[in-house]
């Protein structure tokens, strides 16, 4: 069980066939890695599953594998295409699992055996897309700190706040390390047994996804700034679509500057007292640093944690173009919501 969604496996994958499994979506919601927050979100779970299943649904129509099933109730599978009402849990392929071997002494991961995996199994990598680079994005910190430089990223000059990318930036870091880290593409290659070839198909999909995406929130008034994907290899060898994808917990999406996601708690979240503890825990005591936190997150104001509810539900019915929830439109909510971001 995560954060947000739980994972049932309902037949364990094999060296040679997918299992299967279903992940049931919450209304749980986490801020600053604290895990479950004290509050939970309405409708939340529902919204992100049945946007998700709609994306799953266009990568098919498209020709794109993924790992989904289909939407989940009781025994019952029911394609996005036949879903009249929102669903919180849906139905997937599940694959193999295979952690890199680690080092305590020397803080090493050893990644060889991917080298002799043939497939069915998880990429151990997190790719992420970024069209634009709002204030707060980790390029900003990594070109400042110099662990990129923005040559590296493909960019022509340094980039500042706001800008908008005629080509997306493609990222990638590690997913299976117990802190995960923005690695090159070449070691990405290396690390997952994909090497050129397969790096370069990941890509590929990658920028289909993106745009896929990217021009569905458009017509829905919202910008697709960045967001991420996970891969798999299934048990023919081909490179799949696993997790979840086109969400707000998974993008970032903004209406006229305005974040459409839980950046709204977030924000609210970081002018208390608690989060103030959780930033100097986190600088003083490395992993085990919520031990030392001795101050509860408090509860979120009733209308804006009703408000943030609406939000999603609202973001699920527009991209979708179909009525799941019955709640106001983006237009009407955003502007009550502003109230709160200070």
């Known amino acids: 069980m995560g954060s947000v969604k739980e994972v049932e496996i309902l037949k364990a994958a094999t060296d040679t066939a997918e299992g299967e499994g279903t992940f049931t979506f919450s209304d749980r919601y986490s801020v600053f890695d604290w895990g479950e927050m004290p509050d939970h979100i309405e409708h939340k779970g529902a919204a992100l599953c049945t946007l998700s299943s709609y994306f799953f649904s266009l990568l098919a129509k498209k020709g794109i594998k993924s790992h989904f099933l289909g939407l989940a109730e009781g ?76 040559q590296a990223l493909g960019l022509e000059k340094m980039p500042v706040p706001g800008d908008d990318l005629k080509t997306p930036i493609l990222d990638v870091s590690t997913k299976l390390e117990h802190t995960d880290r923005y690695i090159d593409w070449a070691e990405a290659g290396v690390i ?88 100097k825990a986190k600088k003083e005591r490395g ?39 019955n709640v106001p439109s983006l237009s009407k909510i955003i502007p009550e919501l502003k109230k709160y971001d200070k």
């Open 192 to 279: 997952s047994g994909l090497r050129g070839e397969g790096i370069q198909k990941v890509k590929k999909l990658i920028l289909e996804i993106n745009a896929l995406i990217t021009e569905r929130c458009a017509s829905a008034g919202i910008k697709n700034v960045d967001g991420k994907f996970e891969f798999g290899m299934n048990s023919s060898g081909e490179i799949i679509v696993v997790d979840v994808l086109g969400t707000p917990d998974e993008c970032r999406f903004t209406i006229d500057g305005f974040h459409i996601s839980k950046e709204i708690a977030r924000r609210h979240y970081r002018a208390t007292e608690w989060a103030a503890e959780v930033e």
């Open 75 to 150: 025994n019952k599978i029911t394609p996005y295409e036949n879903a009249f009402k929102p669903f919180n849990k849906m139905k997937v392929q599940v694959l193999r699992v295979v952690r890199p071997s680690y080092n305590k002494e020397k803080n090493t991961y050893n990644y060889a055996q991917y080298d002799n995996i043939k497939g069915n199994y998880l990429i151990p990598l997190e790719v992420i897309y970024r069209n634009s680079l709002p204030e707060g994005s980790s390029v900003f910190k990594r070109i400042k700190n110099g662990t990129v430089t923005f």
């Open 287 to 325: 992993n085990d640093w919520k031990t030392f936190v001795k101050t509860a997150p408090p509860k979120l104001p009733l209308e804006m944690k009703n408000l943030i509810s609406q939000m999603y539900q609202a973001v699920t019915n527009e991209i979708t173009g179909n009525k799941f929830f």
